[in-house]
């Protein structure tokens, strides 16, 4: 089935951002996703974070690869670049354009069979590497467009539409990403707008490559009773790591220097924060203790959500393999390909 396109109606008095840009504009076709999907809960998260971020939609470019996951990317952001990959290959298709053009903000959508059975080596090494692109994956524990067949993220013992329990062990997407140096780390619930939207924009923001697992139930064939990806499932499993919200960078906020239990802080809009002091018990910055965290919840049967780990310091592509500056996009032919005596020298270092 084919997308359809979606009316453009703009209401007079609909509220825009700095670029002038209403929440409509960041929108894409209409969804043929099945109704309730969790998937479209993503996309308009995916939308009010981009709209929040006052994100150019041209200055961006949505990968993808094969699944009900990568249909999202037709359905945000229409006036950006987009390119639909081969089945678990958007990885290596996303380090090749942030190769070329790293000017380009990169949104990558894909599933848990896209991602954790035919693309693990792709994600993997797009770990590695340090891509600067934002991993969106949509996690629902069945192939959805094959009917419903367990997939490498599906948690033993968890129950088929059928009535079939998996006896296979599960792959986490947030153990493996802490485990090969992700930078960015962070797990939400497609049904949690509250907590997904600052988390998307601050995957955005940062430099590096950030990953968000989504639980995102299939209202088909992984939403009934059994299911560990269910909503109810989910809903009453979620154990919040640390309440997350995302501030645009602006002048420092300093805490007054108080020793009272509450201290009222004043934002750049005005207002104002009381804030009380907790137990440091929880430390996103720590990959030990995430990992940590992220196993203990498991042990007991809950789903570690909200943003588990990031390493500000962190580098990506670019800097490691020290490129210039300048987009390879907009380099000259002369300077792209220097001509065979640079060659020649370039490989006398080598011998």
């Known amino acids: 089935m084919t997308s359809i396109a979606k009316p453009p109606v703009r209401h007079p008095s609909s509220r825009t951002n700095g670029l002038g840009l209403t929440l409509r504009d960041y929108e894409g076709a209409m969804s043929t996703l099945c109704a309730g999907c969790g998937h479209d809960s993503v ?40 390119f639909n990959s081969v089945h678990g290959r958007m990885p290596s298709v996303t380090s090749g354009a942030a190769a070329a053009n790293r000017e380009l903000t990169y949104i990558g959508v894909s599933g848990d069979g896209d991602s954790l059975s035919i693309g693990l080596g792709q994600l993997s090494h797009a770990i590695r590497r340090g891509v600067n692109m934002l991993y969106v994956l949509e996690n629902n524990g069945v192939y959805g467009l094959t009917k419903g067949q367990f997939s490498a993220s599906a948690d033993i013992g968890s129950l088929s539409k059928k009535g079939e329990a998996n006896e296979q062990a599960p792959i986490d997407p947030v153990l493996l990403a802490l485990t090969l140096g992700a930078t960015f780390v962070a797990r939400s619930f497609s049904g ?7 988390i998307l924009k601050a995957g955005i923001a940062h430099k590096g490559f950030a990953i968000v697992d989504i639980i995102s ?27 997350t919200d995302f501030v645009p960078l602006q002048r420092e906020i300093t805490v007054p220097d108080t020793h009272e239990d509450v201290r009222v802080v004043t934002m750049h809009d005005g207002g104002t924060v009381r804030l009380r002091a907790t137990a440091p018990d929880y430390d996103p910055t720590n990959r030990e203790s995430a990992y940590a965290h992220v196993r203990a919840c498991q042990k007991r049967g809950e789903i570690a959500t909200g943003l ?11 800097d490691m393999l020290r490129t210039v500056h ?26």
């Open 43 to 82: 996309t308009a998260a995916l939308v009010q974070a981009a709209w929040e971020l006052e994100l150019p939609p041209h200055r961006a470019a949505k990968m993808s690869g094969i699944g009900c996951s990568s249909k999202t990317t037709a359905y945000f952001m229409k006036q950006s670049h987009g």
């Open 192 to 198: 949690d707008k509250k907590q997904l939207v600052p």
């Open 217 to 243: 139930p299939c209202v088909s064939f992984n939403d009934h009773e059994g299911s560990t990806k269910s909503y109810a499932f989910t809903r009453e499993h979620e154990v919040e790591a640390v309440h």
């Open 308 to 318: 588990l780990f990031v390493d500000e310091g962190g580098t990506e592509m670019h």
């Open 326 to 351: 300048s987009p390879l996009v907009d380099l000259p032919y002369d300077q792209l390909c220097p001509g065979a005596g640079a060659l020649d020298k370039l490989m006398d270092r080598y011998r």
